[in-house]
T-cell receptor, first 116, second 111 residues
């Protein structure tokens, strides 16, 4: 079963506008972590933001915020004031307990295109 | 602080050959993870090494193997290469599983 679902293969946003990238997850572990990573065309993976399952407030990091809705099992990434440099692939990931420790699994990604 | 380094950046092999990919984690990080990212697809978990031992592996055949050295650097070996092994192989390291730091990857092309 799909553990991390990103339903938007591609998204377009106008420069300076906000955009929301969707992510839903599935786990029975009460303790888990949610991450968003950015992958520019260079291929490197850049950590953006983290939300713990017990965190009461939504995580924010500069222009990035995570809209965490625990009951709906969603962890959408909101990018405010989009910039041309935000054009990249974005991956949602979940860390959950696994045999011997933890495992982090990734969604299929959403490609964001920022238009000038 | 140096990040996660991977070598080589690009690797071209012919079908049936073996490929060896290398990863040096951030100093002090004991865990190394390998992921495969085929063109246009998401990351698929390959292997996890911690303190020199293989802790877990993803749903890949045994010809994908690796090891972690005493200095926590790691090698990923892919034997009997197949065309579909062509992908970007990403290595990540972490200390306490809060977040991963990824390397820039090795792009393996099998012809």
């Amino acid at each position: 079963a799909q553990k991390i679902t990103q339903t938007q293969p591609g998204m377009f946003v106008q420069e300076k506008e906000a955009v929301t990238l969707d992510c839903t997850y599935d786990t029975s572990d009460p303790s888990y972590g949610l991450f968003w990573y950015k992958q520019p065309s260079s291929g490197e993976m850049i950590f953006l933001i983290y939300q713990g399952s017990y965190d009461q407030q939504n995580a924010t990091e500069g222009r990035y915020s995570l809209n965490f809705q625990k009951a709906r099992k969603s962890a959408n990434l909101v990018i405010s004031a989009s910039q041309l440099g935000d054009s990249a692939m974005y991956f949602c990931a979940m860390r959950e307990a696994w045999t011997g420790g933890f495992k982090t699994i990734f969604g299929a990604g959403t490609r964001l295109f920022v238009k000038a | 602080e140096a990040g996660v380094t991977q070598s080589p950046t690009h690797l071209i092999k012919t079908r049936g050959q073996q490929a060896t990919l290398r990863c040096s984690p951030i100093s002090g990080h004991t865990s190394v993870y390998w992921y495969q990212q085929a063109l246009g697809l998401g990351l698929q978990f390959l292997l996890w090494y911690d303190e020199g031992e293989e802790r877990n592996r993803g749903n890949f055949p045994p010809r994908f193997s690796g090891r972690q050295f005493p200095n926590y650097s790691s090698e990923l070996n892919v034997n009997a290469l197949e065309l579909e092994d062509s992908a970007l192989y990403l290595c990540a390291s972490s200390l306490e599983e809060i977040s991963y730091t990824f390397g820039s990857g090795t792009r393996l092309t099998v012809v």
